[in-house]
């Protein structure tokens, strides 16, 4: 399956109406005039291996430059590169996130949130990688659930104001293990990580490594306030340079 070059209001490439389970297959260049550039589904998607390659959800209500997923989005390998969007979300905007593998490669959010991906509950990252995504907040990720990342890499990802690699509000509990952030940047806080002052839960930082090119005080935000417990195990893999 191969879909390119379709205008449409919302799901360029597709529109499904309930759930949708896709197996490989390529959306390419598609432009909607609301969400969901390359495909637009209500309900849950699962995904393995499908590639969203430059499709565009213009205007300025819009959602998920790649993808809109109203629901459950569980992603398996695939790729999302070269995805713009003006206001949520360049490659995907979904409400629960599971991810294994899949690649988020110069996604942009050009006014708000969620550069790579922009998630609205809980979000469960196993691997991954999210390199070079542009957004005002949140260059890689803006997620605003809870948040367990094993084995994810954020690579030269950046935003405007806060959240180089990941911009987390609200939510509860944030587990990241293994976790590689590597020259994101910000031009306000947080150029790898950005944890908003309304988070709730706890925040866990198990064998992370963080690199960065500009040396910023803040470049791991822990906005919280003093109710949020924070635990950096081994921190000595924590890295700072």
Known sequence: M???DSPCIAGAGAYVAGDAV????????NQSTYSGGGLYVAVNLTLT????????????????????????????????????????????????????????????ATGDYGGGAYIISAATLNGGLFQGNRARVGGGVYATGSL???GTQFISNTAQT????VYVTSGSNRRLVNVLLARNGAGGSGAAIYF???????????HSRHRQVVHRFDAIRLNANDAVPVNIACSKTLEVV
């Open 148 to 150: 367990a990342m094993t």
């Open 22 to 29: 896709l197996i490989g297959g390529l959306f390419q260049a």
């Open 2 to 4: 191969c879909i390119r």
């Open 49 to 108: 291996g499908t590639r969203f390659i430059s499709n565009t959800a213009q205007g300025a209500s819009n959602y998920g430059g790649g993808a809109f997923v109203n629901g459950i989005a569980t992603l398996n390998g695939g790729l999302f590169q070269g995805n713009q969007i003006e206001r949520y979300g360049g490659g995907l905007r979904t409400g629960t996130l599971v991810l294994s593998g899949t690649q988020f490669i110069s996604n942009t």
């Open 162 to 165: 806060d959240g180089g690699g």
């Open 196 to 206: 908003a002052a309304n988070a709730t839960g706890s925040t866990e930082l198990v």
